[in-house]
């Protein structure tokens, strides 16, 4: 069984949406991932920081998963990274009311001993400079990087979002942010010119319109499930991430045919985490209920059909 | 062979876009259905109006793909319908500059004797009191009647479209008239709710993210292509439409798993379509470009994924 280690935010999020609005619950890039990956049964591990405030019942929720949490740097003294938001009536936008980075500012991330030998890495959307100092910290090149990122980074630390990318296989990241980065309003010659700047794979994740697979030379595509009610789409995309490489860490195999499958696996798992408030189904899911739900992709996308 | 009649406009269209801008070209619904329903090989007719102005080689080249045009009438001192749009930059919306009816205005339309016992009947985009017309005018109900509608006619002329609408076995529309339509957000209960008006399978079409096809029980996603240029949209629901109902006049079958082929089928038509201005790549369009695409659509989204 292959490790996968994951740096991202481990953080507080509140939420809005049409449907009602939470607390502070347990939010975060790494959570959403690890949570998502953990289906996989993969022996998986989290670098991340978080402070004093942070419920010692949350790392147990994480570590009941299977999630090592020792690479979670605890700051006493500082409080817990927190974002607030709230969801436009179609669910399809949203508001930033509040992003408290606290113990998030003066990150310092360190890999832990047990994990430098990591054969997968995922790297949550957080500012390129931490991304690039767990890249440093793991001596032999793991079998395969994934990066995600977002418009923040691209707006206002460009040059070094463009080392890290420089150095990853499989970049994720919206189509929106893929016309910005690549200055090609065509998703195709979006995925070319990203290619050029290093990563072999490019993942372009459209929402509820589905997600676009690209290397060199093919394209595969992978819808969103139809859903009858979405009721809260935070943390939709580092799910799919978490199901992407978690599938790849089970499976061991990097190859295109393999990261068709891993998109499945994403878009499945993300297809349960809009279906409630924050982490709660991924927290209860099952291996039966993504098993019957592989099954209505299949039926969703499959045809056959005879050449003439 | 089974017959098609197909009931649209034939049309003068004047289009823009950020890649150039044409004069009155050929257009109109009935002709990219025609066009893109004659890559099967069917029996078709057409039935609309045109003025005396209206080319008689424009007739000559629907009737060299065998399309029959004794349907058309044309109104000597009549000026034939016209329209002229301007698609923005991101070719996803346009504004309609010009709308001359026309002969449209007053159109009383007349099945030919020969198409009387069509099996297969399209209803393409027009005033519902037209599309009726031609429905009372078939004696026996043929195998299968589609509708494409507009937000238009669900604002000016809602109960004659209800009349119609319960009539038909398919309805395409896109999205957001999914939403007019049904008064539901999310596009599975958008399906349902048309359903109940009549139609046992409908089609939601996304534009360039693709379409859905729902009966009753079971769903299915047909993506666009991903293309790396987008030349001119116009015509692309009309070609999906004709691509649909032509494979399914060609085979016969309009069981679910051969409509879900017939979806492959229009997406596949509708991406030449906007490749050039307006009907000029489907008159050159060959039976292997459109043999080698299909194949490209296997591979963009057909995927081998074991159940555990």
């Known amino acids: 069984m292959s490790k996968l280690l994951i740096v991202g935010t481990v953080a507080f999020d509140a939420i809005e949406t049409p449907f009602g609005k939470t607390d502070k619950i347990l939010g975060g890039a790494a959570t959403y991932i690890s949570l998502s990956a953990s289906q996989f ?5 989290i670098v991340s920081v978080v ?6 019942e949350y790392l147990s929720k994480l570590n009941k998963r299977n999630i090592n949490t020792d690479g979670i740097e605890i700051i006493k003294e500082g409080k817990t990274f927190f974002w607030k938001g709230k969801y436009h009536n179609d669910l399809n936008s949203r508001d930033t009311l509040i992003t408290d980075l606290n113990v998030l500012a003066d990150f310092n991330p360190i890999v832990p001993e047990s994990f430098r030998d990591t054969e ?5 959307n957080l500012h390129p400079s931490v991304q690039m100092g767990v890249i440093k910290q793991i001596p032999n090149r793991p079998k395969l990087v994934v990066l995600d990122t977002m418009n923040f980074w691209m707006d206002n630390t460009l040059d070094e979002l463009m080392e890290v990318i420089a150095k990853i296989d499989v970049i994720t990241i ?4 893929a016309r910005q980065l690549s200055g090609e309003y065509s998703l195709v010659k979006a995925a070319q010119k990203i290619h050029e700047m290093g990563p072999k794979y490019v993942v372009i994740k459209k929402g509820e319109h589905g997600a676009l697979l690209f290397n060199n030379e093919n394209v595969f595509f992978a819808p969103a499930l139809p859903l009858e009610e979405v009721f809260d789409p935070t943390g939709a995309g580092d799910t799919f991430a978490g199901g992407f490489i978690g599938h790849l860490a089970k499976t061991e195999d990097i190859s295109f045919e393999n990261m068709k499958r891993a998109v499945i696996a994403g878009s499945n798992l993300a297809s349960f985490c809009v279906e409630k ?6 927290e209860d899911l099952t291996h039966d209920e993504i098993q019957e739900r592989l099954l209505q992709f299949k039926q969703l996308t499959q045809f056959e059909i005879e050449l003439s």
């Not at 049964?41 to 591990?45: I, Q």
């Not at 919206?174 to 942010?177: I, L, M, P, V």
């Open 41 to 45: 049964g993969v022996n998986s591990g």
């Open 51 to 56: 402070g004093g405030d942070f419920p010692k």
């Open 120 to 124: 997968f890495l995922m790297l949550g």
């Open 174 to 177: 919206n189509d929106e942010e």
């Open 277 to 282: 408030f924050g982490t709660e189904r991924m």
